[in-house]
């Protein structure tokens, strides 16, 4: 068995997804850092792109191939989420 060069992408997302995961447990990022986020982000779209640069049938992959798009939905809801929060504490009044 040779590695493809989408295997090594994927292989790359799954790094960065355990090791985000790690260093959560680690209490080394908090769920909403933006580190954390993009993390989980970029990791799942290389798994996504992993996916679909193989030569399986999508048929075949449905059930990875839907929890990466829900991965990358929840990760930019972090994303926003995050961002919303941080404006608005730099544009909050600051307390006497």
């Given at each position: 068995?040779?590695?493809?060069?989408?295997?090594?992408?994927g292989?790359?997302?799954?790094?960065?997804?355990?090791?985000?995961?790690?260093?959560?447990?680690?209490?080394?990022?908090?769920?909403?850092?933006?580190?954390?986020?993009?993390?989980?982000?970029?990791?799942?779209?290389f798994?996504?792109?992993?996916?679909?640069?193989?030569p399986?049938?999508?048929?075949?992959?449905?059930?990875?191939?839907?929890?990466?798009?829900?991965?990358?939905s929840?990760?930019l809801?972090?994303?926003?989420r995050?961002?919303?929060?941080?404006a608005?504490?730099?544009?909050?009044?600051?307390?006497?």
């Amino acid at each position: 068995m040779s590695l493809q060069w989408f295997d090594f992408v994927g292989l790359a997302g799954v790094l960065l997804v355990l090791i985000a995961y790690y260093l959560l447990q680690a209490g080394k990022l908090h769920g909403a850092s933006i580190g954390y986020q993009l993390a989980n982000l970029f990791g799942s779209i290389f798994i996504l792109v992993s996916i679909f640069a193989s030569p399986a049938p999508l048929s075949e992959v449905v059930s990875p191939t839907l929890m990466q798009f829900a991965w990358i939905s929840i990760s930019l809801y972090g994303l926003w989420r995050g961002l919303r929060d941080r404006a608005a504490k730099l544009t909050a009044p600051a307390k006497p």
